[in-house]
Each structure stands twice: as structure tokens, then as C-alpha cells.
């Protein structure tokens, strides 16, 4: 698929492109590190996406959401299947509250996206291994800005936008980058933060451990010193979490990085 796809071909179908130079660099700097085939083993599954936009055949909508999702798995700091399994998670907790086909088969390929933006983040803060300035931490946390920035040039990827956009936001309104509060934040964003942060839990990071499944669902459910469950998350998905928390695992579990 990437053969077939060129950054001045992106470029050319969205003629509206507002992307500042800043971001038309990293959109560069992303595909050359693609096409140098240096990261990771192809894990997306593109006829999944034509049949979800019901556009099968609209091959550059196709190749730019591929792209987008290597160049997000290559910049996202989980490695491996990270931004597969938010896929999934998301899609299965869309489902389980009701919500309709449409929504659930775009969230399917749309979750994958809410760290995108990181390929515009300075590379200098993203690789930075000790603690961050307060204006360094400002820089990190725009990323849900540049990945709104990018995402929203395509009408196909409006989800994803309002995904990046939003899935640091916290349902008490302290989160970032507007401090929504409640039903004010995205369900798209409220799904794929539960789904993001409960994969978090269950991966190795530089800060913590990898959890096992039971005591990542007691950190969703109830909290730790680190996670306010209550501020965190939108109760109602929390609620469907405690319901269905078996199939967090068994799609952790079919595609469990090892
Ligand atoms: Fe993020
Ligand atoms: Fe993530």
C-alpha cells in the first residue's frame, strides 16, 4: 500500500490544506521513516478501512488513513500493537453502550489516531529521557492540538480530529488542552482515553510495571495514586468497563505484543 502513496498525493487531495509548515515537516519527516521500512512490521489491515468508510475503491482516502496510522504507531510511546488494540478496545466499548454501526465501525479505525499529533511534537521534547520544563510539558501536551491540526483536513477523519483533539481531556475538567468537563468532552475521546489508558496499565513504561488484567481493572474502576477513577472517567463507560472487563483482557491477551 505505501509504495502507492505520495506525500505531494496527500497533498493534492486536500486542497484546503491548512497544515503549517511545521506540520507539513513532520507529515515528511513521518513518511521518509515509513518508507525506510525502519520500525515496525506492517500491521494494518486496509480492506478494514475501506469497507468501515463504505468508500472501497477511494484509494487515497485509504492510503492516507494507513499512513496515518503507521506514522501514529511509530510515534506513540507504547511499541508493538498499542494503537491496534486501542482500535479494538474502543470499538468493542462503542458497541457495548449502544452506539450505532456507524459510529462504531469509524471508531474502529479512528482510536488508532489520538497520538498522531506527537510527529509534529519538537523532536527534541519527545526524546527528552529526564523530566520536562513547564514549557516542555506545554510542547508534549500540544500534541493533541497538531494531531487535530492534521486530522481535520480530511472530512473522512473528523472522528479521529475530535479524537486527538480530546482524549486528554478528564470528565472532572481537569484535563487538557480546554479543560472540557463531562459530556462536553467527545464520547469518541471519553471511549478512546478508557481504552488508552487501560492498555497503558497493562504495558511496561520507563515509570511503572506492567499490571495484570485484575489490577488494572481495579485502577479503572476504584483508582491509585496516580488515577482519580471518579475524575478520570465518564461513568457510564466505567460502568460498561466493570460489565465486560473479560473482553478487555481477551483482546489484550489475541494481540498481546509477544
Ligand atoms: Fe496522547
Ligand atoms: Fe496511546
Not at 491496534?84 to 450505532?100: I, K
Request: proline share 5%.
Amino acid at each position: 500500500m505505501i509504495e502507492e502513496f505520495t506525500l505531494s498525493e496527500y497533498i493534492d487531495h486536500h486542497p484546503g490544506l491548512a497544515m503549517d509548515s511545521r506540520d507539513v515537516e513532520a507529515v515528511r519527516r513521518a513518511y521518509d521513516l515509513i518508507a525506510a521500512e525502519s520500525v515496525v512490521a506492517a500491521p494494518f489491515d486496509p480492506p478494514q478501512v475501506a469497507a468501515a468508510t463504505g468508500r472501497a475503491g477511494k484509494q487515497e482516502i485509504e492510503n492516507t488513513i494507513y499512513f496515518f496510522a503507521r506514522a501514529a504507531e511509530i510515534y506513540d510511546e507504547g511499541t508493538g500493537n498499542h494503537t491496534r488494540r486501542v482500535n479494538e478496545y474502543s470499538y468493542f466499548l462503542a458497541q457495548t453502550v449502544g452506539m450505532d454501526p456507524a459510529f462504531c465501525d469509524e471508531i474502529h479505525y479512528s482510536a488508532q489516531l489520538h497520538d498522531l499529533g506527537k510527529i509534529s511534537v519538537d523532536p527534541v521534547v519527545l526524546g527528552k529521557a529526564g523530566p520536562l520544563s513547564d514549557s516542555e510539558r506545554q510542547e508534549m501536551d500540544n500534541h493533541t492540538i497538531y494531531g487535530h491540526r492534521i486530522l481535520i483536513q480530511s472530512p473522512q477523519l473528523a472522528m479521529a480530529a475530535e479524537i486527538a483533539l480530546n482524549h486528554h481531556e478528564k470528565w472532572d475538567g481537569t484535563g487538557y488542552p480546554n479543560a472540557l468537563r463531562g459530556e462536553n468532552i467527545p464520547l469518541s475521546a471519553r471511549i478512546t482515553q478508557l481504552a488508552d489508558i487501560y492498555d497503558a496499565l497493562r504495558t511496561a513504561r520507563p515509570y511503572k510495571p506492567a499490571f495484570v488484567h485484575e489490577m488494572a481493572r481495579g485502577i479503572i474502576l476504584s483508582g491509585d495514586a496516580r488515577i482519580d477513577s471518579a475524575g478520570h472517567f465518564d461513568p457510564i463507560l466505567v460502568e460498561a468497563f466493570s460489565d465486560t472487563h473479560a473482553d478487555f483482557d481477551r483482546i489484550w491477551r489475541e494481540l498481546s505484543d509477544g
